[in-house]
């Protein structure tokens, strides 16, 4: 393909720094907040920079943001139940996905489907569900128990997008694998799933920000301050109307930063298409 | 195909349903098929307007065109038919309709003349019997006339104008709406068949049908706007005769106006001057306070669209939610095939909308053109979903030695899916047959085994189902226990105005932002695709921030930015631009919360698409423009179609975005969640039966888009 000339050039920055006000403008104002100590409640008038400067919301947010516990417990909790679940959407769902883009067998129309039957329900319809199963096992209360009600949330659209990336692998590459003696779990292993590696990371960062940004269902199935996650502690401190808005607007930039820190970190694994290039080229 | 011989196989797997449909195909094609078709959807209209005739309450306005057809039947009794030429009670409409009331009640006995009320009286508890019943049944026969005769262009249309609330209400009273529904009816129609074999004849009828429609009522000429727009656009499109179809236009307006004129004696002696009163009272009717006290504004105009008219008992089913999102789909189909009906339902909305006085049974003007589009819609949306008739014989069925090979692939997810996934469903199902709510006696109940205990017990018969009081409204004495209330739940859900409203609000809501994220998440894609372009990877690190912003966080920022009193555009002049902002804060948060995600989908299926494909194309002497639309979005399609899909269900079931943002519309999750709370009506049954209600719609909505994308 040829590069694109210098017109095309100045024409696609300017459209992307269009794009870039659009999504930068709301993160700005949410930072401009974070650090204006001069806020009581929630801010009465608009203003672009903040009127006193000043570190006291972060602080704040980083010493007890709620529940009289520091923002690390909060953290480490959300890391911990999101980061699990979307590990076992995944490796739950992987050979489910291999099987629904690879295989045949008998309902897999249907089953495609069936599968997404129980994402289609309202998450806040899985509460008195979740908590009649929960307490049956013996985990309600426990971030286990949380972790596998997300991990069942984020299942099915992972392995719908796990599905579409394997079907996009050539079958070609895995027949020649198949040739050359390899079986059915080995190429899955050491063929497809390389290739494949993008779109399930993907997958999997889709499956984390589903439990590290949901605090209605953890609300009923969490009871120990303890075990209480950021969205919960985030939602909780939006609820008190009294709450300064710089400490919750630190509190909500605390939370989205170590996301786009993980982000920035897989980005340049998550889409050079190194990996699928080499694949190719060595046939 | 036809010769092609037959697959043992592929017979076995054509089942008997599969024989009747074809069967039943076979027949509605046939002209018996069609007559019997139109005949069942002729007794339906008559049926549902004679249970309304029979059962709903007099209502404002009945007595008063009562009182009028009264003056009539003494004329016409007396002989003296110089009198029809003096009255007109009620004079600001043309006399026509009530006439048609007078010359029904002829046969009956004179009775004392109702007495004569401000028109703005509240409706009265007795009318003469048995002339109120004879002249609604006559109001009832031109609707079902009305539903008959649309029956002949397009039966499925006639079946939805038979079953819709506000026709069957307002052809069913002694309102004078039946009539001039008739006559316009008949005036588009004749119009369609004149265009279809030139035949003068059908033009006459037309015109006589235009004069008695201004005769009976005058805003039903709007379908007489909507032919002559139809009529003058296709004369400008069609280069010869055009001298002679403009004066065939002439023609018809002339005669229409000469018929208007000989149905309306009460013109006879003094046109000019009746004429003049009887237009111009409307617009001052209009300012009047009357009026302005109804307070009904455009936006009621649009809501009776989708929204019933709720009687609870007299209106059995209500379509007009299904009727609205099927019209929706129909909108181009419409203006490619029947365009003065398209013509007709926007001019006659736009004038509902800019005028004053909007009471409900000016819906009227509106229904018939609605439940063609709707018709159209219907037919191109089974088109999506139906299945392909040609069987897919080319796959082989999967042997049980295949299932068997894949079984330790789906093993250990199906487990953890059926444990954690199907057990919410079967959970949900359960508890929406019951009346399980919050109240403490009921909730400990629910929560340690009643519900299943309820479900089975009524499931296998051993109990009756207990009435349930249907009402959303709190208060009402709730039992100790839960109970099995079989589908009164669903019931309740269905006949919700709310509901009703919110359903094809919810779908256009989940349609339309997630065509914003994906439109920008494809485009911001492909930009940053470009072979050679600076910056790309600052670029996409940026974009991708929103994508990491907990959803009610960035509610919450989108709600500050776009207050109307604080946000970032609140100093603008007027603050019209802010309050357009603010209007338009929960589709902005979406899209800013959404996009990203599709990009990145795109750009993974972008990385995986390869560049020989491309410079392939390219070496051909394709434009980039091309390529990518020829080559790159095809391919792109079913790797976007997940990411789609999940979107549109995340969209369709959006919830937080709605806690954090101040928007005159929510979603039905929204509203399961306001029955659900404890803190309002707590009623965990209903909420489930909405959830299932939620499920449906998604269901088919996936499917549809699944088959729209699939390659």
Redesign the interface.
């Known amino acids: ?4 000339s210098t017109g ?2 100045i024409l ?2 300017l ?2 720094a269009g ?2 006000l ?6 700005l ?2 930072l401009g ?1 974070a650090f204006d100590d001069s806020l009581q409640g ?5 203003h672009l920079l903040p009127r006193q400067f000043g570190l006291a919301g972060f602080t704040t947010a980083w010493e007890s943001p709620a529940q009289g516990l520091p923002f690390v417990v909060f953290l480490k909790n959300s890391l911990f139940i999101a980061g699990g679940a979307a590990v ?1 959407a995944v490796i ?2 992987i ?2 996905a ?2 629904f883009a690879r ?4 309902g ?1 129309r249907v089953g495609l ?1 069936a ?19 929960l ?1 049956r096992l013996g985990v309600r209360g426990s971030q286990l128990g949380l972790m ?2 997300y ?2 949330i984020a ?3 992972c ?3 796990m ?3 394997f ?2 692998v050539p079958s070609e590459v895995e027949e020649a694998a198949m040739v050359d003696g390899a079986d ?1 779990k080995n190429t899955l292993w050491r063929i497809t799933l390389p290739l494949a590696l ?2 399930i990371g ?1 997958a999997a960062l ?1 499956a984390f ?1 589903v439990g ?2 949901e ?2 269902l953890a609300w009923l199935l969490i009871d120990k301050g303890e075990n209480v996650t950021l ?1 919960m502690a ?2 909780n401190a ?1 609820g008190q109307y009294t709450v300064s808005w710089n400490i919750l607007s630190a509190l ?1 930039v605390m ?2 930063a170590p ?2 820190v993980i ?2 970190a897989l ?2 694994f ?4 190194y990996l ?1 290039h080499t694949g ?1 080229r060595q046939e | 195909m036809l010769g092609a011989p037959q697959n043992a196989s592929v017979i076995c797997g054509c089942s008997i349903v599969n024989m009747l449909t074809r069967g039943l195909n076979t027949f509605l094609r046939s002209r018996a098929g069609r007559l019997a078709v139109i005949a069942l959807v002729i007794l339906l209209a008559l049926a549902t307007r004679q249970r309304a005739v029979d059962l709903l309450p007099i209502d404002y306005d009945e007595d008063d065109y009562l009182r009028a057809a009264q003056q009539y039947q003494e004329a016409i009794r007396a002989g003296d038919w110089a009198r029809l030429t003096e009255l007109n009670y009620r004079p600001e409409h043309p006399p026509l309709a009530k006439l048609a009331f007078g010359l029904a009640i002829a046969h009956l006995p004179e009775t004392d003349e109702i007495l004569d009320r401000d028109t703005s009286a509240p409706p009265v508890n007795v009318l003469p019997y048995p002339h109120y019943k004879v002249a609604r049944n006559l109001a009832a026969a031109l609707g079902t006339a009305q539903v008959a005769v649309l029956a002949l262009l397009n039966p499925l249309a006639a079946f939805f104008l038979a079953l819709n609330t506000y026709n069957i209400k307002y052809t069913s009273q002694i309102m004078l709406e039946a009539l001039p529904s008739l006559t316009s009816a008949v005036c588009a129609l004749a119009y369609l068949r004149y265009r279809l074999t030139r035949r003068r004849g059908w033009l006459a009828l037309s015109a006589i049908a235009l004069g008695m429609t201004a005769a009976s009522k005058y805003l039903y000429v709007v379908a007489g706007v909507a032919i002559l727009a139809d009529w003058l656009i296709w004369i400008w499109q069609n280069k010869t005769g055009r001298r002679r179809e403009l004066l065939r236009v002439v023609m018809w307006g002339a005669a229409g106006v000469a018929v208007f004129f000989l149905c309306n004696p009460y013109l006879w002696p003094d046109p000019i001057t009746r004429l003049q009163s009887s237009v111009f009272y409307h617009a001052g009717y209009a300012d009047s306070e009357h009026v302005k006290e109804a307070g009904l504004t455009a936006g009621n105009v649009l809501a009776r669209l989708f929204t019933p008219f709720i009687q609870r008992n007299v209106f059995l089913i209500a379509l007009e939610p299904i009727v609205f999102l099927c019209a929706l789909f129909g909108v181009a189909e419409t203006w490619r095939k029947q365009r003065v009906m398209a013509l007709w339902l926007a001019i006659g909305l736009a004038f509902l909308m800019a005028w004053p006085t909007k009471w409900p049974q000016y819906q009227l003007v509106l229904t018939l053109p609605l439940s063609v589009m709707a018709a159209l819609g219907a037919r191109g949306l089974w088109r999506l979903v139906a299945p392909s008739a040609q069987p897919a014989a080319s796959k082989e069925k999967p042997t049980l030695r295949d299932t068997l090979r894949a079984t330790p692939f789906l093993l250990p997810g199906l487990i953890a899916l059926g444990v954690m996934a199907l057990f919410p469903i079967l959970y949900q199902l359960a508890m929406s047959l019951t009346d399980f709510n919050t109240s403490f006696g009921s909730f400990r109940d629910g929560l340690t085994g009643g519900v299943w205990r309820e479900v089975v017990a009524g499931l296998t018969g051993q109990k009756d189902a207990v009435p349930f009081n249907p009402s959303f409204t709190r208060g009402f004495q709730r039992p100790d226990t839960v109970s099995y209330i079989a589908l009164q739940g669903y019931l309740a859900v269905l006949g919700n105005g709310l509901v009703a409203a919110l359903a094809p609000l919810n779908m256009l809501w989940a349609v339309v932002s997630v065509a914003g994220q994906t439109g920008l998440g494809v485009a911001v894609a492909l930009t940053l695709n470009q072979r050679g372009l600076k910056f790309a990877n600052v670029w996409r690190a940026l974009f991708v921030i929103p994508w990491a912003v907990p959803e009610f966080v960035g509610g919450m920022v989108w709600q500050n930015l776009t207050n109307p009193k604080f946000g970032v555009l609140s100093s603008a002049p007027e603050s019209l631009a802010q309050s357009l902002l603010s209007l338009f804060a929960a589709p902005l948060a979406a899209a800013w919360l959404g996009f990203p995600i599709i990009m990145l989908a795109a750009s993974a299926g972008l990385s995986m698409i390869s560049r020989e494909a491309l410079e392939a194309a390219q070496v051909d002497g394709a434009t980039r423009w091309q390529t990518t639309r020829l080559v790159v979005l095809p391919m792109l399609t079913p790797l976007l179609a997940p990411a789609i899909i999940i979107r549109g269900i995340l969209a369709f079931n959006q919830f937080y975005l709605f806690q954090a943002i101040d928007s005159p519309f929510y979603t039905l999750a929204a509203a399961s969640y306001d029955v659900f709370q404890p803190s309002r009506q707590g009623l965990i049954g209903i909420s489930s039966a909405l959830n299932i209600l939620i499920i449906a719609i998604l269901f088919v909505m996936v499917g549809v888009f699944n088959k729209k994308t699939a390659t």
């Open positions: 393909m040829k590069k694109i095309r050039q696609s920055q459209a992307l794009v870039g659009f999504v930068a403008a709301p993160l104002n949410l907040i929630p801010p009465l008038e608009f076992l739950l769902g050979s489910l291999y099987a295989m045949r067998f008998a897999k489907f599968l997404l039957v129980g994402s289609l329900l309202p998450p806040i319809a899985l509460i008195v569900p979740q908590y009649v199963l307490t596998a009600v991990t069942a299942m099915p659209f392995v719908w997008n599905r579409a990336a079907l996009a059915a993008p779109s993907v889709i920000l590290y940004s605090y209605t969205a985030l939602s939006l909500a939370m989205t996301v786009v982000f920035l980005q340049k998550l889409l050079d298409s699928f190719l």
